[in-house]
């Protein structure tokens, strides 16, 4: 019998696979332990039917929306939920049951504000709400008429105002582990395999193989998705829908090319920079070109990368090859003037340099050890005999006394210099390049 890829809904829609298949309690959900599991914060707000606004962050397909239904059910709340790419104000306006004529909030009384359920306001994609429309919701959540939650690919330290998230709890989710994936695969599949209509033969058994995908395809399918279920759940979708079949070649063929999750102004592209850095600074070149690629291959900004390794040259290898910087510079310029594909080229060429060049944070670290001096002493007063005397005045008052032109008397006395400290009298002593 073949396999349906769908079911007829409540209002009589086709149902799709993640629909079908989402948890409704804590016991189906996958993953995030460090939140649902015993004794872990979401599981006791549900088990003792606490209402608070928290925000829940992580990858995309991580179960944001799933446990916010799963909360919103588990605390027998009315759910409601928008997603800010494409909902206003207005929308929050109906839900809250908004009056400009009812107070100065504009709230009429009902079940928000305790003659009936509670209310769970879920907005999906919070960091797209601008600061006018953030700040809208901050009395309904400070006065709890609506239980927030949020749901962000997004750091909400950059992407939501602080008076809202001072407000709230923020969670973090992570991506789902292979073991996770694999569990959200088998479950779909077994859904899958369930025919349309009763088998008339009971005698019939069905074998661990007709509930599971192969592990071949398995294995494919969690490398490609990368912790998003969403994705995952997206391609074998298209694979029944296409082919009737679930196997390691159909699954490739209903995505031709993957999807690179890198976002540029995202918090995956703080990730991959950073790791981009770190790799260099640990003299890993493999590593480092690894998160290259990566970059290249979502279509990061050659300059962008340019110039991170310019910087690099002098705040991670400094002064122990100076050289460094030239060939940063000339990266960047080749880059400049280059372009993509063959930039690639260029830039492979000088991360590798740089992550197999000896590293020297002195002057990085003096600069700023000085930095920090400044701000907490202010502008200290010149040793006099730094200063210049112009006028006899100034030379009366011991300007410039003392002072000696050519304290190096030759090439073959560098690095002695003048023995006697030239910084103001207050840090006299300070050593700052160590």
Not at 129 to 144: C, H
Not at 357 to 365: E, F, L, M, P
Request: net charge positive.
């Amino acid at each position: 019998m073949s396999n349906f890829l769908f079911t007829r809904g409540y209002n009589g829609n086709m149902e799709p696979l993640a629909s079908r298949i989402r948890p409704q309690t804590l016991d189906e959900f996958v993953g995030q332990e460090h939140l649902v599991g015993e004794g872990k914060p979401i599981r006791v707000a549900i088990e003792k039917k606490e209402l608070f606004p928290f925000i829940l962050w992580g990858p995309p397909g991580c179960g944001k929306t799933t446990l916010a239904r799963i909360y919103s059910n588990g605390i027998g709340a009315d759910f409601y939920e928008l997603s800010a790419v494409d909902s206003g104000k207005d929308d929050i306006k109906k839900v809250i049951g908004w009056n400009p004529k009812d107070g100065p909030w504009g709230i009429s009384k009902g079940p928000s504000l305790g003659f009936g359920k509670p209310r769970v306001l879920f907005i999906d994609e919070i960091h797209r709400f601008n600061k006018a429309q953030q700040d809208f919701l901050l009395p309904f959540v400070e006065r709890g008429d609506i239980t927030f939650i949020g749901a962000t690919t997004e750091n909400p330290s950059f992407e939501v105002i602080a008076p809202l998230l001072s407000r709230c709890r923020v969670f973090v989710l992570n991506e789902l582990s292979d073991d996770d994936m694999k569990q959200v695969i088998d479950r779909a599949y077994a859904v899958l395999r369930k025919p349309a209509r009763p088998v008339r033969d009971k005698s019939a058994k069905r074998t661990a193989d007709d509930r599971r995908i192969s592990n071949g395809a398995s294995e494919w399918l969690i490398q490609m998705a990368a912790g998003d279920a969403r994705q995952a759940l997206g391609v074998i979708e298209t694979a029944q829908n296409l082919y009737g079949k679930i196997t390691l070649e159909t699954l490739k063929e209903a995505i031709q090319s993957k999807h690179i999750r890198y976002d540029k102004k995202g918090e995956e592209h703080y990730n991959v920079i950073s790791a981009f850095i770190k790799s260099m600074r640990a003299s890993q070149p493999d590593a480092a070109l690894y998160y290259l690629a990566r970059m290249v291959e979502a279509g990061e900004d050659p300059k962008f990368i340019a110039r991170r390794m310019v910087i690099f040259a002098s705040e991670d290898i400094g002064l122990a090859q100076p050289t460094a910087l030239v060939v940063a510079n000339a990266v960047f310029r080749a880059v400049e003037t280059i372009g993509y594909p063959e930039a690639t080229i260029n830039l492979a060429h000088g991360v590798a340099y740089l992550s197999q060049c000896k590293k020297d944070r002195r002057s990085y670290d003096a600069v700023f050890a000085a930095l920090e001096d400044v701000k907490n002493f202010g502008a200290l007063p010149v040793p006099l005999k730094l200063r210049n005397a112009p006028t006899k005045l100034m030379k009366d008052l011991d300007y410039h006394k003392g002072y000696k032109m050519y304290p190096v008397k030759s090439q073959s006395d560098h690095g002695a210099g003048d023995t006697e400290s030239y910084l103001p009298d207050k840090i006299k002593k300070k050593k700052y390049l160590k």
